[in-house]
């Protein structure tokens, strides 16, 4: 049995929410008639392609295999295993690198955010580990196996680059034909729509979907699996305000109780509220991978100053011309925030009319720009 009930702390406006625990499979066949196996002669590619994506779970045994997952550093903290791993990791089209030798890590149980702006790379890093198109060069493995491995990926759930479903059949029947591939009990279909919120609208036909219930239907059908990854790309795309703070809750439930979520998103919003881990992708490159506290890498003390010139030649005296810098009509120092009062009285001393000294937090966007507009400019 799946355990329900609402979500302790659960989304705004979704008492009805069920957190879903991992690790727990379908409780036999649920009385549900499994129906004629699609992967015979007669099954359609599409068919063929979803019965390998919706086999039944096979649950890891004790001990997962892959060598790769020795190596663990003391960073990765002591209870930790990568979900994914890639190293090299490269995509070639043609003469275009989309995807450039990248090298992430997920851990088991985060929710790690794949952010970076439009055609940094990042669909296309998500199909190579789930198996839909060849890398050109690297390696990934993914919950211990080579991409697309069908046992794997009968533990993965997925949701890239929009949800495709039949429009003339309502969300539930929808949610039936993919449970049929994915041989869950009917009773899992309640539940997943219940999780997403799509219960009171589950009969009405899929085309009538709004854009937000389209893709929680999407999510939904990704979650018919338990899957203990569940990879969803760019979810928030094209949603309104109210459906994106939606999703966030939703993504952050999903993520609770041990299972790993890959999000991309070209949105700071959705990493800096949902993910505990970034890895930040700039024209294929990724650049960064950390925490967000990490990614924003601290604060500078902020001084603005009438003859900022001044301001500057003392600051340099007293740190060094690496540690300053200016930008938006202030200077920023890196330095500890104690200096403030020396550094005010040197300021004074020189005749310098001071106007504002403060700590100033990085944001995420800062960083973002930063890091997005220094990556190595490979033609695109
Ligand atoms: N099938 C393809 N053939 C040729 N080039 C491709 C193909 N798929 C992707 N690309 C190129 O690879 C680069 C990365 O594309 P990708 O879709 O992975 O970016 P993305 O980060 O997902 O962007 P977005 O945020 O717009 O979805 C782009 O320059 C894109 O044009
Ligand atoms: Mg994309």
């Known amino acids: 049995m799946l355990p329900t009930g609402a979500a302790p702390g659960g989304r705004r406006g979704r008492g009805t929410a069920v957190r879903l625990r991992r690790g727990v499979p379908p409780g036999g066949d649920g009385g549900v008639p499994r129906g004629r196996p699609l992967a015979g002669g007669g099954a359609t590619a599409r068919e063929r392609w979803a019965q390998a ?6 649950r890891p045994k004790a001990d997962p295999g892959p060598t790769t997952w020795a190596g663990r550093s003391a960073h990765d903290g002591p209870v930790t295993k990568p979900v994914v791993e890639t190293a090299d990791l490269t995509k070639r089209y043609s003469r275009r690198t989309a995807v450039d030798a990248v090298g992430m890590r997920i851990r088991e149980g985060e929710i790690y955010g794949f952010l970076g702006p ?22 990934a493995r993914v919950l211990g196996a080579a991409p697309g491995d069908p046992g794997t990926l009968a533990r993965v759930g997925m949701l890239v680059e ?4 039949y429009p003339y059949l309502s969300g539930r029947d929808n949610l039936r ?10 009773s899992r279909i309640d539940e997943v729509l219940k999780t997403v919120d799509l219960s009171d609208r589950a009969d009405d036909r899929a085309a009538r979907y709004s854009l937000g219930m389209k893709q929680r239907l999407g999510v939904a059908a990704a979650l018919l ?13 094209g949603l309104d305000p109210a459906g994106t703070a939606d999703m966030r809750d939703l993504i ?17 919003g959705d990493v800096q509220q949902v993910c505990d881990r970034v890895g930040v992708i700039a024209r ?16 500078s003390l902020r001084v603005v100053a009438a003859e900022s010139e001044d301001a500057r030649a003392v600051a340099e005296r007293l740190y060094g011309p690496d540690r300053v ?13 104690a200096e403030a009062p020396r550094l005010s009285r040197e300021l004074v001393r020189a005749d310098v009319d001071l106007h504002a000294i403060g700590w100033h937090e990085r944001s995420l966007e800062e960083t973002f720009f930063e890091m997005t507009a220094s990556a190595d400019g490979a033609e695109r």
Do not use: C, I, Q, W
């Open 118 to 139: 439009n055609g940094a790379g990042k669909t296309t890093t998500l199909r190579m580990l789930l198996g839909l198109v060849r890398p050109s060069a690297g390696t």
């Open 177 to 186: 034909v993919f449970a049929r591939y994915a041989r869950a009990p009917a």
């Open 284 to 299: 294929g490159r990724l650049v960064r991978e950390g925490t967000v506290r990490e990614l924003r890498g601290g604060g």
């Open 225 to 237: 699996n338990d899957p203990e990854l569940l990879v969803l790309d760019e979810p928030t795309n």
């Open 53 to 58: 994506l919706y086999a039944p779970p096979r």
């Open 325 to 337: 810098s200016a930008r938006e009509g202030a200077l920023h120092l890196a330095v500890d925030a």
């Open 162 to 165: 929009g949800p495709a479903f």
């Open 252 to 268: 952050r439930d999903l993520g609770a109780g041990g299972r790993t979520v890959l999000l991309s998103s070209h949105l700071l």
